[in-house]
T-cell receptor
Framework: EAQVTQNPRYLITVTGKKLTVTCSQNMNHEYMSWYRQDPGLGLRQIYY???????DKGDVPEGYKVSRKEKRNFPLILESPSPNQTSLYFC???????????????FGQGTRLTVV | AQTVTQSQPEMSVQEAETVTLSCTYD???????LFWYKQPPSRQMILVIRQEAYKQQNATENRFSVNFQKAAKSFSLKISDSQLGDTAMYFC????????????FGTGTRLKVLA
């Protein structure tokens, strides 16, 4: 089954304690990205990756890091979380081939992060 | 810059009735793709329907159809015969054919189907 797997689904942490949210896809997609969802703001892109070892900033990258050492994995790292990073996070993947059948973004189940 | 605007934060509809969710967008791209995603209480993002901008014909998927007005940059979603399972947050999104593979999302419309 084609899927994007995120872990954990829920996480409560304290300010300043480093954390990693994992993301893995089994569709051999080149393109992966991270979004955060906040009420009234929709989903905003944090970082994206076009392929292994190729990453770039999205619209709200401050306070986040990513890495893409393998095609299937794209972890999101918060080195020193702060309360304003409390949010719902989504990992997504899609094929880089531009055709209507390949434009769908596949999303993980979401990670609800609370930073206290 | 590309933007997507959903002007209806919340809507409700009676079961079996029809409801239309509005979406307008702005882009300078010649070709792009438009999407509606559904997010039920489970938080999963589910693709409802998609449309290529260069196609005139409106996309349809069972009870879901779109009214795509390219000149007006409007992309509304019509849900016919609404069901309780349609209760969800709905996001409109645009994906330009060129550029950085970024989906730009609207702020969402929370739809509640009433029994």
């Amino acid at each position: 089954e084609a899927q994007v797997t995120q872990n954990p689904r829920y996480l409560i942490t304290v300010t300043g304690k480093k954390l990693t949210v994992t993301c893995s896809q089994n569709m051999n997609h080149e393109y992966m990205s991270w979004y955060r969802q906040d009420p009234g703001l929709g989903l905003r892109q944090i970082y994206y990756s076009m392929n292994v070892e190729v990453t770039d900033k999205g619209d709200v990258p401050e306070g986040y890091k990513v890495s893409r050492k393998e095609k299937r994995n794209f972890p999101l790292i918060l080195e020193s979380p702060s309360p304003n990073q409390t949010s719902l996070y989504f990992c997504a993947s899609s094929s880089k081939v531009r055709s209507v059948s390949n434009t769908e973004a596949f999303f993980g189940q979401g990670t609800r992060l609370t930073v206290v | 810059a590309q933007t997507v605007t959903q002007s209806q934060p919340e809507m409700s509809v009676q079961e079996a009735e029809t409801v239309t969710l509005s979406c307008t967008y702005d882009t300078s791209e010649n070709n792009y793709y438009l999407f509606w995603y559904k997010q039920p209480p489970s938080r999963q993002m589910i693709l409802v329907i998609r449309q290529e901008a260069y196609k005139q014909q409106n996309a349809t998927e069972n009870r879901f159809s779109v009214n795509f007005q390219k000149a007006a940059k409007s992309f509304s979603l019509k849900i016919s015969d609404s069901q309780l399972g349609d209760t969800a947050m709905y996001f409109c999104a645009i994906w330009p054919e060129s550029g950085t593979y970024k989906y730009i999302f609207g702020t969402g419309t929370r739809l509640k189907v009433l029994a």
